[in-house]
């Protein structure tokens, strides 16, 4: 059973500040699979990132993802008040879905 | 754009049957290169999938929950359905159902509705 992993659980940064979050899986799994989604209060998750770096329709080019190694990584460059949220990665493997457990990007 | 909404009960007693409905608008459920999921939501924020269903009626369930879980699809009226078994307070969420595109090279959630909250409670 596939485990994704984020870190860190909480990320208390300023308006304007890079945010750095990451998710390790417990197995290796394809880049092509893992999306990434962000989600507010009392909504639902908004596709962010698909592929692993590839932007949503819609997305602010503030929003970027990567990977190395086995490892993702979801930046956002500079952060805007409306960026303050939970973001999760979720990936697809062979016949089930998987969601990571969340980083709470809130204002310091 | 697509939209999705769920609608249900709200509230179930233990033991009973969780039933819950996605209406489609704006998007044929029988286009093909979609899948048409369901996803909860935990109380301690946790996102879990419990499965999906193609237009044709072919199901893919979460094997933690295989055991208890029916989806089923009614082109016709362009919705899909969710029956969870022998539900107990665990079960208590908010339920999303959400569109998949999916295709060899890449899949994502696109469309989600807003969420149905049910609680079990007697």
């Known amino acids: 059973e596939l485990v994704l992993t984020q870190s860190p659980g909480t990320l208390s940064l300023s308006p304007g500040e890079r945010a750095t979050l990451s998710c390790s899986p417990s197995h290796t799994v394809s880049n092509n699979f893992l999306a990434w989604y962000q989600q507010k209060p009392g909504q639902a998750p908004r596709l962010l990132i698909f592929r692993a770096s590839t932007r949503a329709t819609g997305i602010p080019d503030r929003f970027s993802g990567s990977w190395s190694g086995t490892d993702f990584t979801l930046t956002i460059s500079r952060l805007e008040p409306e960026d303050f949220a939970v973001y999760y990665c979720?990936?697809?493997?062979?016949?089930?879905?998987?969601f990571g457990g969340g980083t709470k990007v809130e204002i310091k | 754009q697509v939209q999705l909404q769920e609608s249900g009960p709200g509230l179930v007693k233990p033991s009973q049957t969780l039933s819950l409905t996605c209406t489609v608008s704006?998007?044929?459920?029988?286009?093909?290169?979609?899948?048409w999921n369901w996803i909860r939501q935990l109380p301690g924020g946790g996102l879990e999938w419990i499965g999906s269903v193609y237009y044709t009626g072919s199901t893919f369930y979460n094997p933690s929950l295989e055991s208890r879980v029916t989806i089923s699809v009614d082109v016709s009226e362009n919705r899909f359905f969710l029956e969870l078994t022998s539900v107990t307070a665990a079960d208590t969420a908010v339920y999303y159902c959400?569109?998949?595109?999916?295709?060899?090279?890449?899949?994502?959630?696109?469309?989600w509705g807003q969420g149905t909250l049910l609680t079990v409670s007697s």
């Open positions: 704006s998007g044929s459920i029988n286009s093909g290169g979609f899948h």
């Open positions: 979720q990936q697809f493997d062979s016949s089930s879905v998987t």
């Open positions: 959400a569109r998949e595109f999916y295709s060899s090279w890449y899949r994502y959630f696109d469309f």
